[in-house]
């Protein structure tokens, strides 16, 4: 008896295999995959609102010039011809700022279209990504910011 349910077993498991395997065969061959639709355009740069007077006086305190930085890193911080505009570079990332108004005596420089800050402080000065929240680079000084650390 044991022999039959074995035999049955195993003659269900060979019609199982046979069925599957016509339906796999009848089975239409899949479309190829779809390309995806390019992205659009970026939008243009939207015309900038003028500075406020805050931010034209908030520019007067930014210092320029090199500052040398942790692991032997620069970042250059230039004027630029339109007033209160500034160019900071880091390596090969190069950032267009503005002051930004603040309580503290702070000076902040900000690039609101690539998410990034230029923070000066009277001892140090440091470059902040603001979208994946780190630092770019640290404890960064201009000749000004070494001598009011000693």
């Not at 006086?57 to 505009?85: D, I, L, N, W, Y």
């Not at 002051?99 to 902040?128: N, R």
């Amino acid at each position: 008896m044991i022999r039959s349910l074995i035999a049955a077993a195993a003659l269900a498991a060979l019609s199982m295999n046979a069925a599957l395997a016509a339906t796999a065969a009848s089975a239409p061959a899949k479309a190829p995959a779809k390309k995806t639709a390019a992205k659009p355009a970026a939008k243009p740069a939207e015309p900038e609102a003028p500075l406020s007077e805050g931010q034209l006086a908030a520019a007067e305190r930014v210092m320029t010039g090199v500052a040398e930085c942790e692991f032997k890193q620069t970042v250059s911080v230039e004027k630029e011809a339109a007033p209160g505009h500034f160019k900071v570079t880091f390596g090969k990332l190069s950032f267009t700022m503005v002051p930004q108004e603040t309580t503290t005596g702070a000076v902040v420089l900000v690039d609101k279209a690539k998410d990034v800050e230029w923070l000066q402080i009277p001892a140090k000065s440091m470059l902040l990504d603001q979208k994946s929240h780190h630092r770019l680079v640290t404890e960064c000084q201009q000749s000004a910011q070494k001598t009011a650390a000693n």
